[in-house]
């Protein structure tokens, strides 16, 4: 049965999609099974995976409020990872949930339609804590927070953690922050190195996961021609940190299996 990772900040542009949708290839490169989950009306992560969310038919919408099965709408592409989709229908249904049933395990149920197809489910997250991203979190099993490596970012994660707090106490008793993972790190500015010294001194309890996504364009370009950073011509240290997180997981996954 799979683990469910949520990636969730509710600051935009932190490097939630991106890493989501290469993490999530990187794990299929080690034989991982993997879903991966779109709850960003965005669409990003889906269009990441190679599909133009818009000329979709059916998406994880039509999951949520039609009940239509998730095996009936997830895709999957070359580079071995299964998709549940979104598209702008997406950004009305938290209204539509308001007076629903159990409006907050909505997509803990479509995942468990599907979870033991699977080693790992990631769930990309929208950027603002509402009720999809409490879905997203009463669903998981773990919390991996990208922080961009910019103030910002850090005052985000301030306001995630309260509300994972509340979603443990309220909702989902055994999740966990797995870890925050930084994200767009710049080692020539004196302003990133002092951000990565002050996750450490405002989260000590939390894990900060060695691997850090140092920024590069090629992050972009590799979006932008609907490909996984490991498939650019370039070789991209930012990358390597993708593939030594999997690992990471994996041991994890194995160790409390």
Do not use: W
Request: glycine residues 6%.
């Amino acid at each position: 049965m799979a683990v469910v990772y949520v990636l969730a900040n509710q600051k935009g542009g932190v490097g939630k999609t991106t890493s989501t949708y290469n993490l999530g290839v990187a794990l299929a490169d080690l034989g991982q099974r993997v879903l991966l989950v779109d709850l960003d009306p965005q669409g990003g992560l889906t269009f990441c995976a190679g599909y133009e969310p818009e000329d979709l038919e059916r998406t994880v919408y039509h999951c949520l409020l039609r009940n239509v099965p998730a095996r009936d709408v997830i895709l999957h592409n070359e580079f071995g990872v299964h998709i549940l989709p979104a598209n702008i229908d997406l950004s009305i249904a938290e209204f539509q949930l308001i007076n629903a049933p159990a409006r907050e395990r909505r997509i803990t149920k479509i995942i468990n339609e599907v979870r033991d197809d699977y080693d790992f489910v990631l769930i990309d997250s929208q950027p603002s804590l509402g009720l999809l991203t409490m879905n997203a979190m009463a669903a998981a099993d773990r919390v991996i927070i990208p922080v961009s490596c910019e103030y910002l970012s850090v005052r985000g994660t301030i306001a995630l953690l309260r509300l994972i707090g509340r979603v443990k106490g309220q909702l989902n008793s055994s999740l966990e922050v797995a870890g925050l993972l930084p994200t767009m790190f710049d080692s020539r500015t004196r302003h990133a190195r002092e951000i990565l010294q002050t996750l450490r001194e405002e989260f000590p309890k939390l894990r900060l996961y060695p691997h850090v996504v140092t920024r590069s364009i090629r992050f972009a370009e590799a979006a932008a021609a609907r490909v996984p950073i490991f498939e650019t011509k370039f070789q991209v240290p930012g990358a390597l940190a993708y593939r030594e997180l999997a690992r990471d997981l994996v041991k994890t996954f194995q160790e409390k299996d």
